[in-house]
Structure formats: C-alpha cells, structure tokens
C-alpha cells in the first residue's frame, strides 16, 4: 500500500509559478513509477507528466510540455511538478498517482496507476 499527499496548489495569476510535490509512504515509498493527472470542473481527468522509478524518463501532456517540469528526490520519497508559464486552463484539481513497485516505467495511461492522491486545487486567474 502506498499513500500519497499533494501539497503546494493555490492561486496564482496568469504568468506566474508553483511548485506541486507529493510525499509517498508506505511499503515501496521511492519505488514506484509516478505520474500527475489533473482535472478541470466539468472535464475529465487528463494526463499531465510521468517520471519513471529511476527518474530517467520523463512524459508529457503537448499542453504542458516546455512549461512543467516533472523530478523526483527518491531519499525524500516525493516527487515535484514545477509549473511556469501558468494559464487560466491550468486550472484545475491536480493528483498524484502511483504504480505499483513492479512497473518501473512511467506511462501516460491513468489505469496502469493504482494509488491516487486527494488532489491540491491549482487556480490561475487571467
């Protein structure tokens, strides 16, 4: 069982910066592939970024690409999303999400991740 918790949303102007991280504990803590997700209100969810377990492969939504980073600090057992640029269709709920520790690659796919965050609000105002 992994847990994740979200942390670092709020609101910021168009053109602005935040950070998102996501602390995971339990049995596999660095060990597993992560990715973030997000979903606007009245949308569904879609894929924002992806980081293998090594941190060596990195995926990205086109509409985010150039603009977030994706990284990860395996001895702090977190991974961060760095988000520059931000526009109003920015906004939305953002989750974490975790495979499980035998999959070491990251995919954009939302149903290869079997643990989820509750999700920190980013709002970015125009």
């Known amino acids: 069982q992994v847990e994740l918790v979200e942390s670092g949303g709020g609101l910021v102007q168009a053109g602005g910066s935040l950070r998102l991280s996501c602390a995971a504990s339990g049995r596999t803590g660095s060990r597993n592939a992560m990715g973030w997700f997000r979903r606007a209100e009245g949308k569904e969810r879609e894929f924002v970024a992806a980081?293998?377990?090594?941190?060596?492969?990195?995926y990205y939504a086109d509409s985010v690409k150039d603009r977030f980073t994706i990284s990860r600090d395996n001895a702090k057992n977190t991974v961060y999303l760095q988000m520059n640029s931000l526009k109003p269709e920015d906004t939305a709920v953002y989750y974490c999400a975790a495979r499980i520790s035998q999959f070491s690659l990251a995919t954009m796919d939302s149903t290869q991740y079997s643990y989820w965050g509750q999700g920190t609000q980013v709002t970015v105002s125009s």
């Open positions: 980081i293998s377990r090594s941190g060596a492969t990195t």
